[in-house]
């Protein structure tokens, strides 16, 4: 089994960054692609950034493109979400997942495809 392991939420002003990490453990090698998601109060889930284990081809939601910048370190099994220019609509609670098949047209975050996710993290932007 894959485990899932974020951190790095917290709390910032409109304006500000964060840098959340997502490392995985176990069988790390069945992962095809790995997403972040998030939801907000009131809200559904929604898919924000995700990328293939490879590191080919990100994925952007269009209200994320720009500011949040997704990337996967092989060596350490961790995906990471930079977060740059904030908005308080950024707020939410964050979730990293793995897929564990192939899709073409690449790291598409939706979610019903991933499999495994982990317990999240909340990021809270003030305006």
């Known amino acids: 089994q894959v485990q899932l392991v974020e951190s790095g939420g917290g709390s910032v002003q409109a304006g500000g960054s964060l840098t959340l990490s997502c490392a995985a453990h176990?069988?790390?090698?069945?992962?095809?692609?790995m997403g972040w998601f998030r939801q907000g109060p009131g809200k559904e889930r929604e898919g924000v950034a995700g990328?293939?284990?490879?590191?080919?081809?990100?994925y952007y939601t269009d209200s994320v493109k720009g500011r949040f910048t997704i990337s996967y370190d092989n060596a350490k099994n961790t995906m990471y979400l930079q977060m740059n220019s904030l908005k308080p609509e950024d707020t939410a609670m964050y979730y990293c997942a793995a897929r564990f098949f192939y899709r073409s047209g690449g790291c598409i975050v939706s979610p019903g495809d991933f499999g495994r996710w982990g317990q999240g993290t909340q990021v809270t932007v003030s305006s």
């Open positions: 990328i293939s284990t490879g590191g080919k081809v990100p």
């Open positions: 176990g069988f790390t090698y069945d992962i095809n692609c």
